[in-house]
């Protein structure tokens, strides 16, 4: 599985937008990269994911670089409830491939009032 | 979005005797589980893949005869400690994977188990 490269702590002030990158230099074509959140004491949540383009939804915006070698996670407007664990994983598209999820250390977002 | 529970939450045991978590799918069918340990300050580490109806697929390093995985059906699985020790002690997580989805691989995760070994 490709390995990615993520800060292990990063502090983003309330009401700012938090941007937190992810290097994957290895990814393969077939790689798909996702982003998982775990909070304090809880299982990790699905954030968002995607291959190529660049990703919206309700929760964040994935930006992916051209070469597919790094991506960011954008969280527009950061609330005190986003303060988590974010991960950022690589995985292949294909169902046959298994389908783990393999963890990194991933990247200790604290929000500041 | 699909819903995963374990049971218990948490569960306090002593040493020697075994302990049963179950992971369900509450609103689909779960054709594969993840069965995840996670010490304090530490990442997720996959302990090992079911897939219903067929014996468990397990990482390196995990003991299968230790932790015992039955995903008898589409929506239940069982993670089995048995002969806890303290060092077994851990926050166990399952996730579970809807194999009627476009997106195959997309999984949905449970609340976690603390398993604390007395």
């Known amino acids: 599985d490709a390995k990615t490269t993520q800060p292990t702590s990063m502090d983003c002030a309330e009401g700012r937008a938090a941007n937190l990158p992810c290097n994957h230099s290895t990814i393969s074509g077939n790689e798909y990269v996702y982003w998982y959140r775990q909070i304090h004491s809880q299982g990790p949540q699905y954030i968002i994911h995607g291959l190529k383009n660049n990703e919206t939804n309700e929760m964040a915006s994935l930006i992916i670089t051209e070469d597919r070698k790094s991506s960011t996670l954008i969280l527009p407007h950061a609330t005190l409830r986003d303060t988590a664990v974010y991960y950022c994983i690589v995985r292949p598209s294909s169902y046959n491939q298994g389908g783990k999820l393999i963890f990194g250390q991933g990247t200790e977002l604290s929000v500041k009032p | 979005g699909a819903v995963v529970s374990q049971h218990p939450s948490w569960v306090i045991c002593k040493s020697g005797t075994s302990v049963k978590i179950e992971c369900r799918s509450l609103?689909?069918?779960?054709?594969?589980m993840f069965w995840y340990r996670q010490f304090p300050k530490q990442s997720l580490m996959l302990m090992a893949t079911?897939?219903?109806?067929?014996?468990?697929?397990?990482e390196q390093g995990v003991e299968k005869d230790k932790f015992l995985i039955n995903h008898a059906s589409l929506t239940l699985s069982t993670l089995t400690v048995t002969s806890a020790h303290p060092e077994d002690s851990s926050f166990y997580i399952c996730s579970a994977r809807d194999g009627s989805l476009a997106d195959y691989n997309e999984q949905f995760f449970g609340p976690g188990t603390r398993l604390t070994v007395l």
């Open positions: 079911s897939n219903e109806g067929s014996k468990a697929t397990y």
């Open positions: 609103d689909f069918q779960a054709t594969t």
